[in-house]
T-cell receptor, first 111, second 114 residues
């Protein structure tokens, strides 16, 4: 039983394209996150939703737009992809008390 | 400026020894601090959480300490095994703990040699 799942696992695309990454959690958690891990392995929070409401929005270009259709799903849409967007993107959800459960990651490569 | 630092990028130890990893922070007053393990090609996995009013937490062979005066956490793995080889990340909350707004250190890559 996968707790936090992401699709796709790998995404290779050209600069300027628009792409989406999907995330689903079956843990019943209210809060979900998107993180970016760059080539230096630095893991940074991008967004967080609590029960479909945006609660954290770090300094992220507005080409990135999260969408939460329900509390079990948090998708990430990226417009006009740039080379610097290449990274591994992780989705996570927050349990009780405060630990976060991460998905397997989506490796995005922009050519 | 606010910083969280894990002093060693890499740590190599012999099987059976105790591994000690360090996490220091500046200009934060976190309500709690967490440690995660990350294996290559996988997402981080939660290990332990320690709150600001706790000095020490244990779970099996793992022990975490938290010194809010020194602004430091130490993570220990006793009787280390090759299977403990991974990158270990510390993370602390930035806003009093209510939203899980975590900032992560860059990690320490631990290698346990048989």
């Amino acid at each position: 039983d996968t707790a936090v799942s992401q699709t796709p696992k790998y995404l290779v695309t050209q600069m300027g394209n628009d792409k989406s990454i999907k995330c689903e959690q079956n843990l019943g958690h209210d809060t979900m996150y998107w993180y970016k891990q760059d080539s230096k392995k630095f893991l940074k929070i991008m967004f967080s939703y609590n029960n479909k409401e945006l609660i954290i929005n770090e300094t992220v270009p507005n080409r990135f737009s999260p969408k939460s259709p329900d509390k079990a799903h948090l998708n990430l849409h990226i417009n006009s992809l740039e080379l610097g967007d290449s990274a591994v993107y992780f989705c996570a959800s927050r349990g009780d008390p405060l630990e976060q459960f991460f998905g397997p990651g989506t490796r995005l490569t922009v050519l | 400026s606010q910083k969280i630092e894990q002093n060693s990028e890499a740590l190599n130890i012999q099987e059976g020894k105790t591994a000690t990893l360090t996490c220091n922070y500046t200009n934060y007053s976190p309500a709690y601090l967490q440690w995660y393990r990350q294996d290559p090609g996988r997402g981080p996995v939660f290990l332990l959480l320690i709150r600001e009013n706790e000095k020490e937490k244990r779970k099996e062979r793992l022990k975490v300490t938290f010194d809010t005066t020194l602004k430091q956490s130490l993570f220990h793995i006793t009787a280390s095994q090759p299977a403990d080889s991974a990158t270990y990340l510390c993370a602390l909350d930035r806003d009093g703990g209510s939203q899980g707004n975590l900032i992560f250190g860059k990690g320490t890559k631990l290698s346990v040699k048989p």
